[in-house]
């Protein structure tokens, strides 16, 4: 039996969740955010990664939460919290091995000129970045990941010379 914090309000159930996200999504995921946000930027932390690598990981991990709740497939055996920590683990040992594969090269000075103005705005939660929904807000992330990986392989292209 878990303890709940005197600060914290008890965890919900998947179902309680659901309805949680469809009625005042807004105020559900402060809660999540609230209660799991801190363990997963220790863990993240301690384990080499930034603030905003915690930031990046933990917004991507309760959009998995948020999706997985509003479709009705989510399970869960412990807490909302606890599943978006074990999510985010798995997603920052994911991107460690992901930066172990990628050669360490810094970027070209002017690499931001190419990767566009919505991709400079600061991560915070989705919600609070003024996206109607966190599809929206997922897909453009995945839009601006995307204008960057593009700018990064064109500063690293292999330069061929001809004979």
């Not at 105020?27 to 301690?46: D, E, F, S």
């Not at 479709?71 to 869960?76: A, C, D, P, Q, V």
Request: glycine share 6%; net charge positive.
């Amino acid at each position: 039996m878990t303890a709940s914090s005197p600060f914290l309000p008890p965890p919900l159930a998947p179902d309680a969740l659901r309805q949680a996200l469809l009625a005042d999504r807004a105020q559900a995921l402060t809660r999540l955010y609230r209660q799991g946000y801190p363990p997963v930027r220790r863990y993240i932390g301690r384990h080499g990664g930034t603030e905003q690598d915690a930031q990046d990981v933990f917004q991507d991990a309760l959009v998995l939460l948020y999706e997985q709740a509003t479709g009705g497939t989510l399970t869960l055996t412990a807490s909302a919290s606890t599943y978006l920590v074990g999510i985010s683990r798995n997603l920052w040992q994911q991107e460690l091995r992901r930066r172990a594969r990628l050669p360490h090269q810094a970027l070209p000075e002017d690499w931001e000129s190419s990767v566009g103005e919505e991709a400079e705005a600061p991560t915070e939660p989705a919600f609070a970045n003024g996206y109607r929904s966190i599809r929206s807000a997922t897909v453009q992330k995945f839009k601006c990941l995307e204008r960057l990986r593009h700018a990064v392989r064109v500063a690293f292209q292999p330069t061929t010379s001809e004979y």
